[in-house]
């Protein structure tokens, strides 16, 4: 019989565990297997680039911890796991004044995780979010007078694009971009080149555009 073998990564992250193995996921050592996990065999997630951006080495490193790397750790980990306090969390947990679920906003569903991004009373779609951010970034690029990144960027920006746009495979009836927006890092961006400075870009811009839906919606 083969002998499987599995890698394990562990960090902290607000002084708890989150530890993966090849296919699964455990939060405070227990096995998470609903939502992104229900066909995690598809092994559609590059988990140590999730991971890494999700305890936020991507802007601090291990040895680095202030007030800012807290938050949005701890921010990004709530996200992943669509544990911030909406209406929906707020009433399961009987907090007081919360009447019933439905949002505030629009009071035609309730404000889950998924609500808040979708809610008709946005002022603009996640579609409009992703065209817009990806301008901006080339614009940021030009201005920094980064002629290598530019070209690279105007050779993926489509590709980028179409993936965000595409189907997942795991969180059913939605997008790649709702895979973003709980900062899981699909391995069709890893597909775009084998190139290293392309890979670098495409990071970056995932990141990017991760950043602008936060400050957004």
Not at 5 to 15: A, C, G, K, L, S
Not at 29 to 41: M, V
Not at 99 to 123: G, L
Not at 137 to 143: A, D, G, K, R
Request: include cysteine; hydrophobic fraction near 35%; charged fraction near 35%.
């Amino acid at each position: 019989m083969k002998k499987e073998n599995f890698e394990t990564y562990e960090m902290d992250v607000i002084d708890e565990a989150l530890t993966i193995n090849e296919f699964n996921l455990y939060w405070k050592y227990a096995l998470i297997t609903e939502d992104l996990f229900y066909f995690n065999f598809k092994n559609e997630f590059n988990w140590v680039k999730t991971l890494n951006f999700i305890s936020n080495k991507n802007k601090f490193t291990f040895w680095q911890c202030n007030d800012e790397d807290t938050k949005e750790r701890s921010y990004k980990i709530k996200i992943f796991l669509k544990e911030l306090p909406t209406y929906g969390v707020l009433y399961q947990r009987e907090v007081n004044a919360i009447a019933n679920e439905m949002c505030p906003r629009c009071n035609n569903e309730i404000k889950d995780w998924y609500h808040v991004w979708k809610c008709e009373r946005n002022e603009v779609s996640l579609e409009e979010i992703l065209y817009e951010t990806i301008a901006e970034y080339e614009e940021i690029l030009i201005s920094d007078d980064k002629k290598e990144e530019v070209e690279i960027l105007r050779d993926i920006n489509i590709n980028f694009y179409e993936i965000m746009l595409t189907q997942s495979d795991v969180l059913l009836g939605y997008y790649i971009i709702w895979e973003l927006l709980r900062g899981v890092y699909n391995r069709k961006f890893d597909e775009i080149s084998k190139k290293k400075e392309y890979k670098n870009l495409i990071e970056h811009l995932w990141n990017f555009c991760y950043d602008k839906y936060r400050k957004r919606i």
